[in-house]
């Protein structure tokens, strides 16, 4: 499995993540995503850590904290093995107004009940699901800082962000000496790209690590919808229509028209092929999928996979693919880039800099 650092930190991790919203699926909402019980989630995470994907994401609001539940279950015994990102700020309960937000009463609450969950004493990754505008960026960034002394908590993340947001944070973190947000959890992916018109430019500025969310589209890119083919009933777009802003039709079967014809000509799959043009793209770190079951073919999906940084060498023949691939997408607008990686900046490959492995 390939390593990148995380933004400026010198934290390596893999190039994919492995999701557990599908823990637990408690409520309406977080069913339709799935309802992993202890015993296959604790297979889920034994294929994943057997493959190299040792980053596991969760949320404190994923199923009102079952997901960390089960996650912290499934990692029994294997702690040292894995890396754990989580989150805290969402509304946990719908009683207590304290209970939502980024304020240090609420973010102690969370942490302490993240740790009991996930069976922890620490945290590696420390997310912040969203921006609140209503505590002082100066509150939010100092408690977190506590958090980093008292070794809680590893490095600092955020989601969902604005890019003033991101960098009025960043700008706080500088004056007062606290340490930093490095990598930003946000949605991004073929059928939407609006990331790149703020959020890249300021993370390829500012040095921080891309972790991306949902990078099929909200399953719409896992090749399981074309033309004539909707989504079936049993899927999470079906069931809850994907996430992120609507994509309009025509748009989005141009992108897999274009996904398909890169995928004939490669013998990979439609996902593979949208996952690694992702893990092109400058600032990405690493790809956050999930699935519900062993089953799921998203579960490996990079076993025969593309390179992602599309050199020679590595296999006969794929620098021709790569090239055919790239002309492909651009014949609908989806201009391919070479990546980042290696050239110093965010998202670049672990060992860069003269280190090896």
């Not at 302490?112 to 912040?128: A, F, H, N, P, V």
């Not at 960098?167 to 946000?186: D, T």
């Not at 073919?297 to 296999?315: K, V």
């Not at 990686?341 to 492995?357: K, L, P, Q, T, Y």
Request: hydrophobic share 35%.
């Amino acid at each position: 499995m390939e390593h990148r650092l995380l933004g400026g930190s010198g934290l390596k991790v893999p190039v994919l993540a492995f999701g557990t919203a599908t823990f637990g699926g408690r409520g309406d909402f977080f069913s339709a995503w799935g309802s992993t019980d202890v015993t296959e989630a604790t297979r889920l995470v034994d294929i994943c850590l057997d493959h190299g994907v040792t980053l596991f994401d969760t949320a404190d609001t994923y199923s009102r904290g079952l997901s960390e539940e089960i996650l912290g279950h499934a990692l029994a015994g294997k702690r040292d093995r894995a890396l754990i990102s989580t989150k805290a700020t969402f509304r946990m309960d719908d009683t207590d107004p304290n209970n939502v937000g980024s304020s240090r009463f609420h973010l102690i609450r969370s942490i302490e009940g993240s740790l009991r969950r996930l069976q922890t004493d620490y945290i590696d990754i420390y997310t912040m699901h969203g921006f609140d505008a209503q505590t002082p960026v100066e509150e939010v960034l100092s408690t977190l800082e506590t958090f980093v002394q008292s070794g809680k908590v590893r490095y600092l993340a955020c989601s969902n962000f604005s890019g003033w947001h991101l960098m009025k944070s960043l700008a706080v973190s500088e004056r007062h000496g606290w340490s930093r947000y490095v990598g930003h959890q946000a949605y991004y992916s073929l059928i939407c790209r609006d990331y790149e018109w703020e959020l890249m430019p300021l993370a390829l500025d500012q040095n921080v690590g891309t972790l991306v969310w949902s990078p099929l589209g909200g399953g719409r890119l896992s090749g399981k919808i074309r033309r004539g083919q909707p989504a079936g009933s049993n899927t999470r777009v079906g069931q809850i229509g994907g996430e992120g802003p609507e994509v309009p039709e025509d748009r989005l079967f141009r992108v897999i028209d274009a996904l398909d014809a890169v995928s004939a000509q490669t013998g990979k799959t439609v996902a593979q092929v949208a996952l690694n043009w992702c893990l092109q793209r400058p600032t990405v770190s690493t790809l956050v999928f999930g699935a519900r079951s062993e089953a799921q073919p998203a579960l490996q999906p990079r076993r025969g996979r593309l390179e992602p940084d599309g050199r020679a060498g590595r296999h006969a023949g794929h620098g021709q693919r790569y090239a055919a691939r790239v002309s492909v997408l651009a014949s609908v607008g989806l201009r391919g880039t070479q990546p980042a990686s290696g050239s110093g900046g965010v998202g670049r490959r672990a060992g860069d800099e003269g280190f090896s492995e």
